[in-house]
Antibody
Framework: EVQLVESGGGLVQPGRSLKLSCAAS????????MAWVRQAPKKGLEWVAT????????YYPDSVKGRFTISRDNAKSSLYLQMNSLKSEDTATYYC??????????WGQGVMVTVSS | DIQMTQSPASLSASLEEIVTITCQAS??????LAWYQQKPGKSPQLLIY???SLADGVPSRFSGSRSGTQYSLKISRLQVEDIGIYYC?????????FGSGTKLEIK
């Protein structure tokens, strides 16, 4: 059974940093692109970052480019999201998701990040 | 960026009724379209990918179709467990973009 379990969320002040983690199991992690998707409270879904199988290629929307960094450790079957210079508009539930032909086919339960002073 | 215009924003329908939700892409995305269901308090679940292919474990009352750059999700006989918010996703090019969502309720 595919499982994705996020951790590392919480309350953080504007301008500070936070690192999210996602532990994957139930599939060969190193064979799949992985991604982060977020959802602001009562809002829709927004793609945040994608990483290739080896980690050599990463992709971001303009809204987070230069502030967020996606990475992975295939030996640990883990995905990460380093978030710097956080803004109030980054407040959201962050989901770890597996990519299959550009579709998010499995999602974690999500982790809440609140950016507030 | 490719815009996905989803309609309606909300929908109230009776049990066993046929329900249709649509997404209009701002440019050609071929069949690179997926549909997701998000039940209250849960993470999204993949229903349809490739515009028309049913994901594993999804009931056959769900189906997807395409006409040009307009995509539709049909629920053939609405059930109680189908309530939630439905999103389309264009997977053709980065940035991957979602529709704004359709909130489905039982009348």
């Amino acid at each position: 059974e595919v499982q994705l379990v996020e951790s590392g969320g919480g309350l953080v002040q504007p301008g500070r940093s936070l690192k999210l983690s996602c532990a994957a199991s139930g599939f060969t992690f190193s064979n799949y692109y992985m991604a982060w998707v977020r959802q602001a409270p009562k809002k829709g879904l927004e793609w945040v970052a994608t990483i290739s199988t080896s980690g050599s290629r990463t992709y971001y929307p303009d809204s987070v480019k230069g502030r967020f960094t996606i990475s992975r450790d295939n030996a640990k079957s883990s995905l990460y999201l380093q978030m710097n210079s956080l803004k109030s508009e980054d407040t959201a539930t962050y989901y770890c998701a597996r990519l299959n032909y550009n579709y998010f086919d499995y999602w974690g339960q999500g982790v809440m990040v609140t950016v507030s002073s | 960026d490719i815009q996905m215009t989803q309609s309606p924003a909300s929908l109230s329908a009776s049990l066993e009724e046929i329900v249709t939700i649509t997404c209009q892409a701002s440019q050609d995305i071929g069949n690179w379209l997926a549909w997701y269901q998000q039940k209250p308090g849960k993470s999204p679940q993949l229903l349809i990918y490739g515009a028309t292919s049913l994901a594993d474990g999804v009931p056959s009352r769900f189906s997807g179709s395409r006409s040009g750059t307009q995509y539709s999700l049909k629920i053939s006989r609405l059930q109680v467990e189908d309530i939630g918010i439905y999103y389309c996703l264009q997977a053709y090019s980065a940035p991957l973009t979602f529709g704004s969502g359709t909130k489905l309720e039982i009348k």
